[in-house]
């Protein structure tokens, strides 16, 4: 016969008098977490017990029951309730609603305890918003939620904003499909079908974090001298019905393309024209990105290809021009300086000489099946076509043990070598495979809040500028033997005495190449990517690579002054001087760590002379100065120009202060703190420190623009420039 199922027998609950009632020491609360018990007695006080509390009866030394209880499972309401009690606002007799467990019990106090805040489930925060919008429809203002929760008003006008996102955004959010830090990044556009469109965009591409959300988002106009406007053509984006606002009474550049939807739209279109045209070369796969980041080809082999080779024609227009050339040097030779005409000239016929001598590369066909091209925009807005690129997968297997030992490529930068960093979905157009990661790049920020406090630099921007700075000190260790070698020394030195243990070869000294995950776009145009990729371009063109008895051959020959050029060069791409998040848990580095690093960098640079405005770093508006609150812009105009330029400024709003200060700091040496030597404190013994400008607090004749000395009389201008 089968047994019945045991009901279950709930405990009974009942009003207790609060006097009746004792906090028990089995309650495993010991941390305070949550609301306070101040603010929670303020919300029984609102709304009532909204959940009784867990009590058990107490026992004398003869088991029998005093007529006390304890709570084991709800102190936290108790202490709130005493509260009350004690402020007169409850009476201590009053009935306190529990659930009464029977002392005889088998479970524990500690058990009911513990289960009573393991057993719950936190709200999501979708709901939280979703019921911030409910409280707000039925009337309840933004004053009086944030009065009822204990929040501040700025909060829920937060929540609110959150929960007006697209619908669509806020179910991915609640299948865990995106982060809050994106979420919030989507509230700076109400529109909601840009939103859907940013998301598609970026759901599939190696580049979604929240800060290039808002640069896509708040891209409302884009001027017209933008490289993707020249790249397709302002006619081409108004005959596709784009609009381009023009200023009657000053110039503008060409004006500005209120739909840049449109023209991501129609760069996307050319560009993949372009790639479906080259796909007639017969290569593998075409990468399309409207932007590419420094290091976007490390792990691929480079295809080494022979010029093609001058025509007749081509060649006697060469000669023409070499003579030419020759024939003017040889008459101006006996002169300090060649006339301006002369001079002109000159360059004219060495830029046509250099196009005539940079020939495109022939490559060997059985080579580009497996090879693959990037194409993309360059910074001035026009085509730039990359060829000639093996990833490691298409390599041949005969072949895979002679290039796993060359895994670095001309850019010499990335994560782990012998990997690709692209890997999106893909489309084939006759044999070739295209893809695209979707990039659209440059925005200005955002318009932040900014009550005029100097504030520290926004982190994203400490790891774009340290970037820079990396880059730079690779740029100066590779052409510093010296010291090169005593930075080398010092590792060695270090993993010699601070390591217990080694594995693998009796000796392990590496470099690891660093990939800079946050850094400008135009980090890859600078003067010291440009000296980096050609000194590693000269390297490798000299380099026997493939074959490691020749290499040996040839690193055991050459000169000790070159020997310690190729180590410098090598070391120069293990430089990390990057401000870095700190993670406290292991994983990534922690704040000792990163402290360590900085401090060692300012040796380095220290050693190497580094100079960041010879590196190229200037404050400009996309790279800075719309970056940073306006009294970072404020203060950086006053440590180059003076009080006086700065005050002429202040009343600006933030992209018209922005882009006068990126004209007034041009030339000046100014660099933010980050950037500054810290050995290179004062001038002469004076208060101005490095990087602040080479006339901070020198008068200054300073040309203003005509919309700031528009309401001064004649000579004030200067005058309050030099005040």
């Known amino acids: 016969?089968?047994?019945?199922?045991?009901?279950?027998?709930?405990?009974?609950?009942?009003?207790?008098?609060?006097?009746?009632?004792?906090?028990?020491?089995?309650?495993?609360?010991?941390?305070?977490?949550?609301?306070?018990?101040?603010?929670?007695?303020?919300?029984?006080?609102?709304?009532?017990?909204?959940?009784?509390?867990?009590?058990?009866?107490?026992?004398?030394?003869?088991?029998?029951?005093?007529?006390?209880?304890?709570?084991?499972?709800?102190?936290?309401?108790?202490?709130?309730?005493?509260?009350?009690?004690?402020?007169?606002?409850?009476?201590?007799?009053?009935?306190?609603?529990?659930?009464?467990?029977?002392?005889?019990?088998?479970?524990?106090?500690?058990?009911?305890?513990?289960?009573?805040?393991?057993?719950?489930?936190?709200?999501?925060?979708?709901?939280?918003?979703?019921?911030?919008?409910a409280l707000r429809e039925k009337g309840q203002g933004e004053e009086a939620i944030a009065a009822?929760?204990?929040?501040?008003?700025?909060?829920?006008?937060?929540?609110?904003?959150?929960?007006?996102?697209?619908?669509?955004?806020?179910?991915?959010?609640?299948?865990?499909?995106?982060?809050?830090?994106?979420?919030?990044?989507?509230?700076?556009?109400?529109?909601?079908?840009?939103?859907?469109?940013?998301?598609?965009?970026?759901?599939?591409?190696?580049?979604?974090?929240?800060?290039?959300?808002?640069?896509?988002?708040?891209?409302?106009?884009?001027?017209?001298?933008d490289r993707r406007a020249v790249f397709v053509g302002v006619d081409a984006y108004e005959t596709a019905g784009g609009v381009v606002?023009?200023?009657?009474?000053?110039?503008?550049?060409?004006?500005?393309?209120?739909?840049?939807?449109?023209?991501?739209?129609?760069?996307?279109?050319?560009?993949?024209?372009?790639?479906?045209a080259l796909a007639s070369e017969g290569w593998k796969w075409i990468e399309v990105a409207t932007d590419l980041p420094y290091g976007y080809s490390h792990g691929l082999r480079r295809l080494a290809g022979d010029p093609a080779s001058m025509t007749d024609e081509e060649s006697a227009n060469h000669a023409v021009l070499l003579a030419e050339y020759r024939a003017l040097e040889e008459e101006y030779s006996g002169q300090d300086e060649?006339?301006?005409?002369?001079?002109?000239?000159?360059?004219?016929?060495?830029?046509?000489?250099?196009?005539?001598?940079?020939?495109?590369?022939?490559?060997?066909?059985?080579?580009?099946?497996?090879?693959?091209?990037?194409?993309?925009?360059?910074?001035?807005?026009?085509?730039?076509?990359?060829?000639?690129?093996?990833?490691?997968?298409?390599?041949?297997?005969?072949?895979?043990?002679?290039?796993?030992?060359?895994?670095?490529?001309?850019?010499?930068?990335?994560?782990?070598?012998?990997?690709?960093?692209?890997?999106?979905?893909?489309?084939?157009?006759?044999?070739?495979?295209?893809?695209?990661?979707?990039?659209?790049?440059?925005?200005?920020?955002?318009?932040?809040?900014?009550?005029?406090?100097?504030?520290?630099?926004?982190?994203?921007?400490?790891?774009?500028?340290?970037?820079?700075?990396?880059?730079?000190?690779?740029?100066?260790?590779?052409?510093?033997?010296?010291?090169?070698?005593?930075?080398?020394?010092?590792?060695?030195v270090t993993d010699t005495f601070r390591t217990s243990s080694a594995s693998g070869s009796c000796l392990e000294a590496s470099v690891r190449h660093i990939y800079m995950s946050?850094?400008?776009?135009?980090?890859?145009d600078s003067v010291v990517a440009k000296l980096v990729d050609e000194r590693h371009a000269a390297w490798e063109a000299d380099l026997p690579l493939g074959d490691d008895a020749a290499l040996w051959d040839y690193l055991t020959v050459l000169d000790q002054g070159s020997r310690l050029a190729l180590l410098a060069h090598c070391l120069s791409f293990g430089i990390n001087a990057l401000h870095e998040k700190v993670n406290p848990y292991g994983v990534g580095i922690s704040a000792s760590g990163l402290t360590r690093r900085m401090a060692h960098a300012n040796l380095v640079a220290r050693a190497v002379d580094l100079d960041m405005v010879e590196a190229g770093w200037e404050p400009t508006v996309?790279?800075?100065l719309n970056r940073v609150p306006k009294a970072r812009i404020l203060e950086a105009v006053r440590e180059a120009k003076g009080e006086g330029t700065a005050q002429l400024l202040d009343h600006l709003k933030k992209g018209e202060m922005a882009t006068e200060a990126e004209r007034l700091l041009k030339g000046s040496g100014w660099l933010p703190e980050v950037l500054r030597r810290a050995d290179l404190v004062t001038f002469d013994g004076e208060a101005v420190g490095e990087g602040q400008g080479e006339h901070a607090g020198e008068p200054d004749d300073i040309d203003l623009p005509a919309f700031l000395t528009a309401d001064l009389p004649d000579g004030d201008a200067s005058m309050m420039a030099a005040e």
């Not at 609603?97 to 479970?107: G, H, L, M, N, T």
């Not at 946050?518 to 890859?524: F, I, M, S, V, Y």
């Open 148 to 225: 009822a929760f204990f929040v501040t008003p700025q909060i829920v006008k937060q929540r609110l904003k959150l929960a007006s996102v697209t619908p669509a955004l806020l179910e991915v959010y609640a299948e865990d499909g995106m982060t809050l830090e994106q979420l919030m990044a989507f509230t700076v556009n109400p529109d909601h079908a840009r939103q859907e469109q940013v998301w598609d965009a970026v759901k599939n591409s190696w580049n979604k974090e929240p800060y290039a959300i808002r640069r896509m988002l708040t891209e409302t106009s884009v001027r017209a001298s």
């Open 245 to 276: 606002l023009r200023d009657l009474f000053q110039g503008d550049d060409g004006g500005w393309l209120e739909d840049p939807a449109l023209l991501d739209q129609l760069v996307t279109e050319k560009l993949q024209a372009e790639a479906e």
């Open 622 to 624: 996309d790279g800075y």
């Open 1 to 133: 016969m089968a047994k019945a199922a045991q009901k279950v027998t709930l405990s009974p609950s009942r009003d207790i008098p609060f006097d009746k009632l004792v906090l028990s020491q089995s309650n495993v609360r010991r941390i305070k977490a949550g609301v306070s018990v101040e603010e929670l007695a303020e919300d029984i006080a609102r709304r009532g017990l909204l959940q009784g509390l867990n009590v058990r009866p107490m026992l004398d030394a003869e088991g029998v029951e005093t007529g006390m209880f304890e709570i084991p499972a709800g102190g936290r309401r108790f202490q709130a309730l005493s509260l009350l009690v004690k402020q007169k606002r409850l009476a201590k007799t009053a009935p306190i609603p529990c659930i009464v467990r029977d002392a005889a019990s088998e479970i524990l106090a500690e058990d009911d305890s513990l289960a009573e805040n393991m057993q719950r489930v936190a709200l999501h925060p979708l709901d939280q918003f979703r019921a911030f919008v």
């Open 518 to 524: 946050a850094q400008a776009p135009d980090l890859k």
């Open 338 to 492: 060649y006339p301006e005409e002369i001079d002109a000239r000159l360059g004219q016929l060495e830029m046509a000489m250099e196009a005539l001598d940079q020939r495109p590369l022939i490559y060997d066909l059985a080579e580009i099946a497996r090879a693959g091209v990037f194409v993309t925009l360059d910074r001035d807005g026009s085509l730039a076509v990359y060829r000639g690129y093996v990833r490691p997968e298409d390599e041949p297997r005969e072949e895979t043990a002679v290039h796993d030992g060359d895994g670095a490529d001309v850019m010499g930068q990335g994560g782990d070598v012998g990997v690709s960093s692209w890997k999106p979905s893909a489309t084939s157009v006759g044999g070739t495979v295209i893809t695209s990661g979707g990039q659209p790049i440059g925005a200005d920020p955002t318009e932040e809040d900014d009550d005029g406090a100097l504030k520290p630099l926004p982190e994203r921007l400490v790891m774009e500028l340290t970037a820079h700075r990396t880059l730079a000190l690779r740029e100066a260790i590779g052409r510093s033997p010296d010291v090169a070698l005593t930075l080398l020394l010092l590792k060695l």
